[in-house]
């Protein structure tokens, strides 16, 4: 039998405090480790650290320097077929080695026919399919013995049978399982320029829908755009480039609706010097302390 | 209105296959073709960019745009199954085979490349191993033996200096690598076939005995080999059982 050395493990879960914190990718793993406090905390995608290989220990190091929250993106929420019992029991472990602060993946599907194709893949917005997403977010916060977040999406299209909202959709989810939502912004801005909404309007759904108390994440990320044969523009969220002055506005828009978050800079493509992402965390920085100086002088 | 089992299996297949989306939209700025292209970039894409992190040897040697393009094949036909994409693509050696038969050392390098990324996946822990009841060995669980028919090992140890590889000698021969784990880095050295053949045995849990056999048929002096190659190499400890 193989022989197992002991492994680190986090004492306790560092919680996340509610400014912002950069998603951090294996470009930046020796920045990090080599500059503790170059971030207030670190997002990372749990399915690139599962296991105990090389990825794993040294994310097992950077828990030892920063508070982490774990943002999944393969638990396939939405999939009629359930939840990947190897796979959730994977990401399981890897939360009880590092302890995260917050746990969250995507209102979407992935897998299907067999198949997981890594993408975030549009839900229809019905009864049936809340139902299948409810039991399969009760299924993830069972074994993980915790509330996990929902992150709305970018959507390209709309179901032409949909039933409800985005909004609704993830309210009913919030009343149901007592999951809390990850609010993101840019999110709200692909997918306000693919349907043909207002981007405000969009935002402010959600808090209509939505208990303020029931976003626990704010991400802000850029997305590019571009062209299409018919003449038409398609917004893709690429993660490749600064968040949008739009994405900034409405950023603070939603901080003045529901107060200070943790709020995550998203680089994943064209990654950038470290520098350019704390640069973006300090803007975000400076927008949630002007609201807690507003909320001061209410 | 299709249900979410016939709504997701008509989309996946839609994004595989390249099939129009049959399932009706609302509105939008965007055409149901457009979505499903941005989709369909996003998933072959992440599957490319995979297989790229996966192997970088086979990468560097037939260059960005073909191991795209081919990379791009193997995603549409080898799908992942689950939604772990390091370890995807254990397959693509054996596609490389097929699809590139003019490349014949090729499937080698990829070979190599899989050992090394599952090395890397592997824990950096030691295994005991009882060889007579007296003596124990232990080395890294993560230790394995390659067998390979093509130089692979010179191949990526010269990527990037076209000069070196020029004069590599590409005859079809067998031979051995071992690979392990140290540390965040994964190492690697070639064994003689009689050490290959100890370790291979070893790891299939057959035993020193057979083990020691396995060696010796390939040479009668196989304990020297074996004694230099892993019994003094750096990953392997000797111990007393007792």
Redesign the interface.
Same mark, same amino acid.
């Given at each position: *039998?193989?022989?197992?050395?002991p492994q680190p493990h986090a004492a306790h879960v560092a919680p996340i405090p509610a400014v912002a914190g950069i998603g951090l990718r294996a470009l930046h793993h020796d920045h990090v480790l080599a500059n503790p406090g170059a971030s207030a905390w670190l997002e990372v995608h749990p399915?690139?650290y599962? /296991?105990?290989?090389?990825?794993a220990?040294?994310l097992i190091a950077v828990r030892e320097r920063y508070p982490i929250s774990l943002h999944a993106? /393969?638990? #396939?929420l /939405? &999939?009629?077929g359930g939840v990947?019992a190897?796979?959730l029991s994977?990401i399981a472990e890897l939360c009880r080695r590092i302890q995260p602060g917050l746990i969250s993946d995507h209102l979407s599907? #992935?897998?299907?026919?067999? *198949?997981?194709?890594?993408?975030l893949?549009p839900m229809?917005y019905?009864r049936?399919?809340q139902d299948?997403f409810a039991r399969n977010i009760e299924t993830v916060q069972a074994a993980l013995g915790r509330a996990i977040l929902i992150e709305n999406p970018s959507v390209?299209? !709309?179901?032409?049978?949909?039933e409800m909202h985005e909004a609704e959709f993830l309210a009913g989810l919030v009343r149901r399982t007592g999951c809390g939502v990850l609010l993101d912004i840019n999110n709200i801005a692909v997918s306000a320029?693919?349907? /043909?909404e207002a981007p405000t309007a969009r935002l402010h759904a959600m808090f209509d829908a939505l208990p303020a108390a029931a976003v626990g994440e704010i991400h802000l990320a850029g997305h590019a755009v571009r062209d299409?044969p018919?003449g &038409?523009?398609?917004a893709?969220d690429d993660h490749g480039s600064p968040a949008s002055d739009a994405v900034w506005q409405l950023f603070a828009d939603a901080v003045s609706r529901i107060g200070t978050r943790p709020v995550l800079i998203e680089w994943d493509t064209e990654i950038p010097a470290f520098d350019v992402l704390a640069d973006e965390a300090a803007k975000a920085d400076a927008i949630l302390t002007t609201e807690v100086r507003r909320a001061e002088f209410v | *209105?299709p249900?979410? &089992?016939e709504?997701?299996?008509d989309?996946? #297949?839609a994004?595989?296959a390249g099939d129009v989306l049959d399932?009706?939209?609302?509105?939008?700025?965007? #055409?149901?073709a457009?979505?499903?292209q941005?989709?369909r970039n996003?998933?072959v894409g !992440?599957?490319v960019n995979?297989l790229r992190l996966t192997y970088p040897s086979v990468d560097a040697l037939v260059g960005e745009a073909f191991f795209d393009q081919v990379a791009a094949d193997f995603a549409r036909v080898h799908?992942?199954?689950?939604?772990?994409?390091?370890g995807y693509g254990e397959a693509f050696a054996n596609f490389l085979a097929v699809q590139v038969p003019t490349l014949a050392y090729l499937p080698d390098v990829a070979r190599l490349d899989w050992a090394l990324d599952r090395c &890397?996946?592997?824990?950096?822990?030691?295994?005991?191993i009882e060889l007579d009841g007296s003596v124990t060995l232990?080395w890294p669980?993560s230790l394995t033996v390659l067998s390979l028919n093509h130089p692979a090992g010179e191949i990526r140890a010269a990527l990037g200096d076209d000069a070196a590889l020029a004069v590599l000698d590409m005859t079809p021969a067998p031979r051995w690598l071992l690979v392990w784990?140290k540390g965040?880095q994964v190492m690697t050295r070639a064994a003689s076939p009689p050490a290959a053949a100890f370790v291979d045995a070893i790891l299939a849990e057959q035993g020193a005995q057979v083990a020691l056999r396995a060696a010796l048929a390939h040479s009668a002096d196989a304990l020297s080999l074996i004694s230099s190659e892993i019994f003094a190499a750096s990953f392997c400890t000797i111990g007393d059982a007792t």
């Open positions: *039998m193989p022989g197992r050395a399915e690139n599962l /296991g105990e290989g090389v990825a220990d040294i993106t /393969g638990l #396939s /939405g &999939s009629v990947d190897d796979h994977a599907w #992935s897998a299907a026919n067999g *198949m997981h194709l890594p993408d893949l229809p019905t049936e399919a299948i390209y299209l !709309a179901f032409a049978d949909n320029a693919n349907l /043909g299409l018919d &038409s523009h398609v893709i | *209105m249900n979410l &089992s709504i997701q299996r989309f996946a #297949s994004i595989l399932i009706a939209t609302a509105p939008g700025r965007v #055409s149901p457009a979505a499903l941005v989709h996003t998933v !992440a599957l995979a799908p992942p199954a689950t939604a772990r994409l390091a &890397s996946a592997a824990p950096d822990t030691v295994r005991h232990e669980v784990r965040r």
